[in-house]
């Protein structure tokens, strides 16, 4: 079955430092991954995807990520965190269902970051 | 330009009680998908749908009920709230395998 795991639930940064939020993976077909973030109160905004082209994938607000089939990860980082940064962030993973393709979620990361 | 729309916001049911929580998107998006999110817990799928006549069981689909007449529309029924189904629910639309999109959410209590 397919499944997401999100290592660590929270992870706090100072501003200006690394972010780093790992996600690793299961899939019964080639995955199609994506970051998703939430901000309080309200619903989540695609971050970037990996669709099966390169596997460093770029995305708003300075994040990426990269995919890695020999790892079965797909950690996302930003180099410089900024006090905007403070979010829930969801990995999710499109894997195949009955009829189609289902949208899988972690169980998410809550990042702080310190000023 | 809508997008996902969910209605209502919030809502107070009473225990045994039922509702229909409401999805419409205006995208002419084949995936319509329902999820509830409890703390620490992430998102879970309840039910999901490929196309207008088709849905399928998700992760956590007990207590809950769906249809899909129309490819704009996808409501979740629940039929006999119980505590347990206090949580925040998403509904969420992609064209295919790909991206979804969010609605704002509706923040449930059942007391």
């Known amino acids: 079955a397919q499944s997401v795991t999100q290592l660590g639930s929270h992870v706090s940064v100072s501003e200006g430092a690394l972010v780093l939020l790992r996600c690793n993976y299961s899939?019964?077909?080639?995955?199609?991954l994506f970051w998703y973030v939430q901000y309080p109160n309200q619903g989540l905004q695609l971050l970037l995807k990996y669709t099966s082209a390169a596997t460093l994938v770029k995305g708003i607000n300075g994040f990426e990520a990269e995919f890695k089939k020999s790892e079965t990860s797909f950690h996302l980082t930003k180099p410089s965190a900024h006090m905007s940064d403070a979010a829930e962030y969801f990995c999710a993973v499109s894997d195949r269902g009955t009829g189609g393709f289902k949208t899988i979620f972690g169980a998410g990361t809550r990042l702080f970051v310190k000023a | 330009n809508a997008g996902v729309t969910q209605t209502p916001k919030f809502r107070i049911l009473k225990i045994g009680q039922s509702m229909t929580l409401q999805c419409a998107q205006d995208m002419n998006h084949n995936y319509m998908y329902w999820y509830r999110q409890d703390p620490g817990m992430g998102l879970k799928l309840i039910y999901y749908?490929?196309?207008?006549?088709?849905?399928d069981k998700g992760e956590v689909p007990n207590g809950y009920n769906v249809s899909r007449s129309t490819t704009e529309d996808f409501p979740l029924r629940l039929e006999l709230a119980a505590p347990s189904q206090t949580s925040v629910y998403f509904c969420?639309?992609?064209?295919?395998?790909?991206?979804?999109?969010f609605g704002q959410g509706t923040r449930l209590t059942v007391v």
């Open positions: 969420a639309s992609a064209g295919g395998r790909t991206e979804a999109f």
């Open positions: 899939s019964s077909v080639p995955p199609y």
């Open positions: 749908s490929v196309g207008a006549g088709i849905t």
